[in-house]
């Protein structure tokens, strides 16, 4: 059984940096094909050497674009997509990166009929099938595909608890667990993909990982 103070310091990871990326950028997360692309999207986005803030303001500004569904963002041009970059400050990789949404849009389209839930039904309930299988778009390796699954368990309770390598360094640094077992026991299943975005954000910065032992102490 977990230790209510592990659990204090869940609730408080949960109150004050407990928001997935998705949320952020404005996506309604649910287990329907557009908001599941628009996660693809972030995910692509936040797989190159950029801010997490950049991939959000990024992927907000595509959407308003209209690049809401694989054939939404197939149907903007090249010069909309960069142009939607721009907007975001996403300026370093913008024209590469246009031309890879592009194509995974293409693919997204071809593959699974604009429909990544049939990703997830291939997977057939194996994490290992649905990172290939996430890996299989351009653009997004392991670490895009562990971003994906983290904060796809919000909606796919069978990928629960997913905790990656940068969730267990942030768990480490405010005295928590680090295995999955240990992590899952700390909070409800629907706050799983919160709380690992938390995890990570204090994996990532040192004020905030002070702030929570302070507070625990």
């Known amino acids: 059984m977990a230790a209510k103070r592990e659990k204090d310091i869940a609730q408080q990871v949960l109150g004050e940096v407990g928001t997935t990326m998705a949320a ?12 599941l692309w628009q ?73 699974y009929g604009g429909d990544l839930r049939k990703l997830a039904d291939e997977a057939d309930g194996k994490r290992t099938r649905l990172s290939k299988g996430l890996q299989e778009f351009k653009g997004v390796g392991p670490t895009g595909a562990d971003i994906f699954c983290r904060e796809a368990q919000q909606v796919w309770p069978w990928l629960r608890p997913y905790i990656d390598k940068l969730a267990r360094k942030g768990a480490d640094r405010v005295g928590l667990p680090t295995s999955a077992e240990g992590l899952g026991e700390l909070v409800s299943g629907d706050d799983m993909a919160a709380f690992c975005a938390g995890l990570v954000r204090i994996a990532r910065q040192d004020e905030l990982a002070e702030r929570i032992r302070e507070k625990a102490a």
């Not at 952020?24 to 908001?35: N, S, Y």
């Not at 970059?85 to 990789?93: E, F, I, K, Q, S």
Request: some cysteine; overall charge negative; aromatic content about 4%.
């Open 24 to 35: 952020e950028a404005g996506i309604r997360l649910d287990d329907k094909p557009a908001p």
């Open 39 to 111: 996660l693809l999207v972030l995910v692509n986005l936040a797989s190159t050497r950029i801010s997490a803030d950049i991939a959000v303001a990024a992927a907000k500004e595509l959407n308003k674009a209209g690049g809401t569904t694989p054939s939404g963002m197939a149907g903007l041009s090249w010069q909309e997509r960069v142009d939607a970059l721009g907007r975001g400050h996403y300026v370093r990789y913008d024209e590469s990166t246009a031309s890879r949404l592009g194509e995974c849009a293409e693919f997204a389209g071809e593959r």
